[in-house]
């Protein structure tokens, strides 16, 4: 319990202090070509162990397309924003949450990376807020999960530094 505690506060520290280097202009990015797929496979060895501390199973689905091309990111910082998406999705996902990580290649030859879940969905006036640094829906399932509400503002941050947006497309039930 005190390994795990402290490898908890731990991780918030970090989350804090990067936060910090985010907000104030000064969080440098590394940036080169990439392999999804090598990507991916860091977030599920970063995720690892972390699955059992969720508070459900998990079923870690993975959908690449051998055909992705090679995207120009911060390895590290992309990494962490997708585990940050994972986290989430296992977090709000159901009893056994399904957690889909799936890349794709759009119309104008961007790659997406979508992350889904089989949660209770989120309300449209929420979709905004879920971005904002520290905010949580207030609900009662919310208030039960262990979180510092920075999750979804790293990610925001990191993908609008990569030149890419976050979008949610959810709805309660969904």
């Keep these: 319990l005190l390994v795990s505690e ?3 506060l731990s991780r918030l520290i970090e989350r804090l202090l990067d936060w910090g280097r985010m907000e ?9 070509a990439e392999r999804v797929g090598d990507i991916i496979d860091d977030v599920v060895r970063a995720y690892a ?6 508070g459900s199973e998990l079923d870690l689905q993975i959908e690449l397309p051998e055909n992705l091309p090679d995207v120009v990111v911060d390895r590290h910082a992309m990494v962490d924003a997708l585990v940050n998406l994972v986290g989430n999705a296992h977090k709000y996902g159901g009893t056994l949450a399904v957690v889909r990580v799936c890349g794709v290649v759009t119309p104008k030859g961007e790659v997406g990376i979508a992350v889904t879940d089989n949660g209770i969905g989120i309300p449209r006036p ?17 208030r039960t999960k262990e979180g510092s ?5 790293i990610v925001k941050h990191v993908v609008r530094a ?5 979008t949610v497309d959810s709805a309660p039930g969904q």
């Design 6 to 8: 402290s490898e908890r």
């Design 24 to 32: 104030a202009g000064r969080k440098i990015y590394e940036l080169r």
């Design 49 to 54: 162990p972390r699955r059992g501390l969720a």
């Design 126 to 142: 929420e979709h905004r807020r879920i971005f904002e640094k520290f905010y949580r829906i207030d609900d009662r399932l919310s």
């Design 149 to 153: 509400g920075l999750g979804l503002a």
């Design 162 to 166: 990569h030149n890419g947006r976050v």
